[in-house]
């Protein structure tokens, strides 16, 4: 009881620090944002800007989290969100429409928003974000570091005004050198603290070692670090109050009644784009979480969670948003454990600006920045490097090169679509390099469980040519179709038989069914037959591949296709028509006399009347055992006329493993006989069958009777088992080249 109620302590501990940590992170930024979109309005509504962002960071960090699965995801408004929505303002400033209206459509454009990433999330498109491979994930977390370390250059170096990085690096006159210092200090306590003390996150300690660095410098070499106004070292004041938080919430209402379904539905592309953008960014963010915390998110549930955190924030007349890497990431190295951390977040963003705008106020900018460059150090995947040491792995690391070179160069969405078409182009090339064909054995080679006779084994080992077995696999698809045609080619003009064991294939497409199209109708040509087996299996991508040959004609158009469950039984089939047997002609057939039994064939007459004697007839009905797993071994059984099948239980299944089946004229159950040990099978009639059947006692009278007659019937079972061993051995040979 005391170990749970410390863990959860701890937990709520670690969420209250990573939440502190990530409004520290998101509200500056959130705030910027809205100053963003609303001052392209007019400098009258910078204001207006500001209380957005702290409303959108309010509203999205209380109602996401509470709704979403996704544990320390921080969601507050974004870059995306503040690059969509200032366009669009500016587009109906330069319309010259009544800058009251313009907010109120921004609020209405939010709020569309909302309701597109619902729908998004309830018709399962969040779920395709599993389907983004490693080398894509890997190379996102590796730009989205680098972006993160380029973007707070310039602040951390204290250059401000929208200057590039590249000009931030050249012009050393532009840098106030306090911001460094104070970053550098920052940086370094957020690395070195863990090495002291684990019980306050290192960017809290980090945070507070730069807040202390600014207030050093400031008494003791700069005392204008002092005055806030106009000072840009320092996040500034907030400037609001309860009264215009409420004002905010209910002005955007007044004239909600004034805008028309029509203008309503105009907003619907730009509320598309601005959901789909919203909803990568937040996902993307989900990702790398899952990557860094060994987890996995739930993406449609986050997808309506955040949709109805944009809903809200609209409603409270805050700006949209996604889950924030940068805040997200803060709170994952400042202790955030679960969803708590960003529900603190969100009152953490109310009250610091209702209550701690002053304290607020004097968190230098160096110092956030310094923070977040070691967190963009952290998100870079040196591991990554490991992939040039084999050249099987060069191939994926090329691609984490390109999706950082898009995402740094260009932007995080045309990375993601680039790092997952070569991630497509790469799983193409791997598929070209595999084979399909599993094994190719020529029909000589192999054997159904059918036990034959002696003569019937020779004739099968001479014309086994006629047929030729391809085992397939894997991926059967335009880009291995050539290699099943060129393995095939040369025994289209000389097989009568040709069987493709499908039981292993995974994947099937249109213009595979199409070559198998061609191949049956070469056969149909001259007579031959195309035979699959293993087709009742249900691929991956539930589909059923007789389902899918039916529907596509390959299987019902021509008696020279036919179709087996198993390969066994496909043979079996073969070997028949070889043999010019059927099953209706054997059971018409009537029971052999002992002089008909292969195993007596060289007996004289005299010695067999006495054996014939000695034998007991029995009769079998279908489906009924002759013995089972167990039983004694001390009789063999001689077939007249039936089949006998022996199957082998296999332990807790409902099923039993087919090892063979016995048929007229042959004998079965000689193994145990012969050594006396219990049956290690079941032997069940598969039609009504009528059996010779010698006992152990009776062997053992003719034994002492008939030495002569004895020693031939031992010799005859050990020539048979030993001709059905050198056949087995061939088979297993052939199998295993």
Known sequence: MELTLKLKNDKLAGDFWGGLAAMLV????????????????????AGLGALAGILGATALGLVAPALGGTNRLI????????????AFAIGLVQQEVEAPFIVLMLTALGLVAGIVQLSLGFMGIGSLIKYIPFPVVSGYLT???????????????????????????????????????????????MILAPMVTRAVPAAILGLLAGVLTYFGLAFWVDESMFVVEGNKLIIGTLGGSASSLLDAITGRWREIGELKLSQIGSLLGTAFTLAVLLSIDTLKTAVVLDALTRSRHDSNRE?????????ASACAGGMPGAGQMGATLVN?????????????????????FLLLGAFITWIPVGALAGILIVVGFRM????????????????????????VAVAVGYSLIAASGVGIALAMFLFIREQLGSTIIRNKIDGSNRF??????????????????????LELQGSFFFGTKDQLYLALEPELRKRNYIVLDMRRVQSVDVTAVHLLSQIRDSLSERGAYLIFSGLSHTLPNGRNIAEFFDRMELTTTTERVKVFQTLDEAVEWIEDQILGESPVKAAELPPLEIYELEIFK?????????????????????????????????????????????????????????????????????????????????????????LFVMRREVFDQLREDHKRLAFHLVESIAKILASRLRYADKELMAIQE
Not at 162 to 182: A, D, F, M, N, R
Not at 303 to 311: E, K, T
Not at 380 to 403: A, C
């Open 75 to 86: 969601t507050a408004p974004c870059a995306p969100a503040a690059a969509v929505l200032s």
């Open 380 to 403: 870079i995947d040196r591991h990554s490097l490991q992939l040039l040491e084999s050249p099987w792995t060069i191939m994926d690391f090329i691609v984490i090169v390109v999706v």
């Open 332 to 352: 994952l190295a400042s202790g955030g454990q679960t969803r708590v951390s960003g529900v603190v977040e969100g009152v953490l963003s109310l009250i610091a």
């Open 303 to 311: 997808l309506v969670a955040q949709g109805v955190g944009n809903i």
């Open 602 to 690: 060289d007996c004289k007459e005299d010695t067999l009347i006495t054996l014939a004697e000695l034998l007991e007839r029995r009769s079998v009905a279908k489906d009924e055992k002759v013995f089972a797993l167990g039983d004694p071994g001390d009789q063999l059984y001689l077939i007249r006329k039936g089949v006998v099948r022996i199957t082998w239980p296999e332990s807790g299944a409902k099923t039993s493993y087919h090892t063979l089946t016995y048929g007229r004229g042959d004998f079965f159950g000689g193994v145990s006989f012969i050594s006396g040990v219990s049956r290690m099978n079941d032997a069940t009639a598969t039609e009504d069958t009528e």
């Open 26 to 45: 998101a509200l500056p930024s959130a705030i910027a944002f809205g100053v963003t979109i609303y001052g392209s309005i007019g400098p009258g509504y």
């Open 143 to 189: 730009g989205v570091g680098l972006i993160i370390i380029g973007s707070q250059i310039p602040k951390f170096l204290g250059v401000f005004g929208g200057y590039s990085l590249w000009k931030t690096l050249i012009s050393p006159e532009l840098w106030h050198w306090q911001s460094p210092v104070i970053g550098a200090v920052t940086a370094g306590v």
């Open 448 to 469: 159904s469980k059918r036990v034959r006779l002696a003569q019937d084994m020779d004739l099968l080992a001479k014309r086994g040519n006629e047929a030729v077995i």
